[in-house]
């Protein structure tokens, strides 16, 4: 993913690999574009990892340890309704609903929290074997990415792993699966350090399509080199749709524009 902790060289090689490999991937087939349909404010100091609207209420998960948060955020004026500090040795990751609670990832903790929706009160704690990224659900299980080209179902009340899909566009293996947000049937997710959102069969893992973001955000307004695109947010009441990214000084809710 991600994260302002890595080694240089670390990044350096890793963003190598992805301009790389990506490219010949996306240029299969030409990916869906967008429209801004309106811009919000959004704490430029968020490190964004997980996103998710529920019933109104905008709820988010930044990282970094010792900065990692859960908060309720207000969209029209990007304003911190309530929020809660994660303890200090974890770096927080994504985050989903699950009936009246949100669950939260942490990066390499193998830790997950799981918090009372209406107090953002903590209730109970979880493991699971895999570093976590993105984190959503489709009704029936938590699905969760792990950096990798592999995508997880779990057991909600468990917690268990019940399936995985490996994700694949053209047979290519998609790795460095990040943020996620599971809309019509469909998962998105952002990949790392690109501006792409892929959607993907829950069935096959097959690569259904992809969305370009690129210039979604002005480069004079990106102030860092961890600013990328992170975060999906689906209104399923009023279907909107909600993107932002790590330090991004705006939230923008977009219209999905066929190709």
């Known amino acids: 993913m991600k994260k ?62 010792g900065q990692s948060t859960l908060r309720e955020d207000d969209l029209e004026t990007g304003r911190v309704i309530r929020e809660v500090n994660v303890p200090s040795q974890y770096f927080a990751e994504g985050l989903t609903n699950w009936g009246d609670t949100l669950i939260q990832l942490t990066w390499k903790a193998h830790v997950a929290f799981v918090y009372d929706r209406a107090t953002l009160r903590l209730l109970r704690t979880f493991h699971y074997p895999w570093e976590g990224w993105g984190l959503t659900q489709d009704g029936k299980h938590l699905i969760l990415s792990d950096g990798s080209d592999t995508i997880h179902f779990l057991n909600p009340e468990t917690f268990a792993e019940v399936r995985s899909i490996r994700v694949t566009d053209h047979g290519d293996p998609v790795k460095n699966l990040n943020e996620l947000e599971y809309i019509h049937g469909q998962i998105y997710s952002n990949v790392w350090m690109t501006d792409k959102i892929a959607r993907i069969s829950p069935e096959t893992g097959q690569v259904l399509g992809w969305i370009d973001l690129s210039g979604i955000l002005p480069a004079i307004e990106i102030r860092s080199n961890d600013a990328v695109l992170n975060g999906i947010a689906y209104d399923h009441e009023h279907n909107r749709l909600f993107v932002t990214g790590k330090l991004w000084p705006r939230l923008f809710e977009i219209q999905i524009i066929k190709r």
Request: hydrophobic fraction near 45%.
């Open 4 to 65: 302002r902790v890595a080694a240089g060289l670390v990044r350096s090689f890793a963003v190598c690999v992805l301009l790389c490999l990506v490219p010949a991937t996306f240029a299969r087939e030409a990916a869906d574009g967008y429209r801004v349909v309106h811009a919000y404010p959004h704490d430029a100091q968020a490190f964004t990892q997980g996103l998710v609207y529920v019933n109104g209420h905008l709820y988010e998960s930044t990282g970094l340890n």
